[in-house]
């Protein structure tokens, strides 16, 4: 009679089963466990890098003013001590006055693209002399389209500059006879003393930093590097916001 053998099928008592389910959950566990430190290390090279592309961007943004202020600064304290502003200073004829206005004239045609005006304000802060560049080109404004500056803050406080020191003003709109320029300018003011050959105070010197080139630059830079600049000013007011009808809310109450 034929012997057949059945293999017997072992089974797991309780406890086995308890300590099968306790090794997989140790491993899970240690999966979880590897998976989540290589996610937290990917998130922190992520942030990391994030980090040093926005220092890096606000770096670049700040050498970017910087770079825009240095050649007016250099031409407003240039034309404090050139000869023909003393002349005028000294003796204030029309001829004297013309000669000053055509050298300021000459400046502003090498600077079209970045300085907007050019002035000499007196003491009472009325404009004596200006040069605007314009699309059409470089103009002197005539003698009964001059305007009384003596209400600006920035002519109040480039009066209170010590000798050879530059005032650089907040960033706003630029006004023309009270009302806010249209299409905006976005303007930087540089002012300085003029002051006569005996130290009297006999004015101001200013000018107008066209600064719409400098913001699209700044823009320019943060979409390079796939990021959002945003700028305020010392109130908090958008100057470079989210949204463009956001920005200038100090000088627009119905966008506060």
């Given at each position: ?161 010590t000798r050879g020191k530059t005032y650089i003003s907040p960033l706003d709109l630029n006004q023309e006879q009270g009302e806010i320029e249209h299409p905006l300018k976005p ?70």
């Open positions: 009679m034929p012997f057949f053998h059945m293999p017997t099928t072992r089974t797991f008592s309780g406890q086995g089963w308890r300590h099968a389910l306790l090794i997989w959950l140790v491993l899970v566990a240690l999966l979880s466990a590897v998976y989540a430190l290589l996610v937290l290390s990917a998130q922190g090279r992520a942030i990391a890098e994030t980090l040093t592309n926005q220092r890096a961007l606000l770096h670049q943004a700040r050498m970017l003013v910087r770079a825009e202020l240095t050649t007016p600064t250099r031409d407003i304290l240039f034309m404090a001590n050139n000869p023909a502003m003393h002349r005028y200073l000294a003796d204030q004829t029309p001829a004297n006055r013309q000669v000053l206005a055509r050298l300021l004239a000459d400046l502003m045609s090498t600077r079209h693209d970045l300085i907007d005006q050019l002035r000499y304000l007196d003491e009472a802060g009325r404009e004596i002399v200006r040069v605007n560049n314009t699309p059409g080109g470089t103009e002197q404004v005539t003698q009964n389209a001059l305007q009384d500056k003596s209400d600006r803050y920035y002519f109040q406080r480039g009066m209170q500059l303007t930087l003011r540089l002012a300085t003393r003029a002051m006569d050959a005996k130290g009297r105070l006999r004015g101001l010197l200013v000018i107008n930093v066209q600064a719409q080139p400098l913001l699209e630059r700044l823009r320019s830079a943060a979409r390079e590097r796939g990021l959002h600049l945003w700028m305020a000013n010392h109130e908090g007011y958008w100057l470079m916001g989210p949204q463009g009808v956001l920005e200038w809310g100090f000088m627009f109450p119905e966008r506060e």
